[in-house]
């Protein structure tokens, strides 16, 4: 099974806030096999305690330490949010627009989020990313397919 999957993408989404749009990229990790429903507390929790918002409009939510043991398998899960999330209420500026829901075993998804470094690095491919109704492109795009065709 691959790392990220079209079943662990959903475009177009809304949610009312980060914390909501975090329980929808866990469920697709939780839904596709990736992890047990108890990691999405985790990942919730490490939120409160260090932001994951990356830059360009990119957050990539994960478990603590303690949630190893609720990974099945290595997966990653991607929750378009077109209208953009608040992420830091002390920055309302700062929304995700891409919410990258991370469960690792060991350092498979490394090629992911390295895809992922150099696609919001371009700020046009990031909002492309965000606004596509494509699921092919955000799946070529984080798999590292050139050209994300």
Do not use: F
């Amino acid at each position: 099974m691959a790392i990220l999957e079209k079943n662990r993408i959903k475009l177009g989404a809304t949610a009312v806030d980060k914390q909501d749009a975090i329980r929808q990229a866990g469920a697709l990790l939780v839904k596709s096999g990736c992890v047990d429903a108890p990691y999405v507390d985790g990942m919730l929790a490490r939120e409160t305690t260090m932001s994951t918002y990356l830059g360009n409009g990119v957050a990539i939510p994960h478990g603590q330490y303690e949630n190893r043991g609720d990974v099945k398998q290595t997966g990653i899960s991607v929750l378009q949010v077109p209208a953009g999330i608040v992420w830091d209420e002390d920055d309302e500026d700062e929304l995700a627009y891409l919410v990258i829901g991370i469960a690792a075993i060991g350092d498979e998804h490394m090629d992911v989020l390295a895809n992922l470094a150099e696609a919001i690095e371009d700020p046009d491919l990031a909002e492309e990313l965000a606004r596509t109704t494509d699921v092919d492109l955000i799946l070529n795009c984080l798999n590292g397919v050139p050209d994300g065709v």
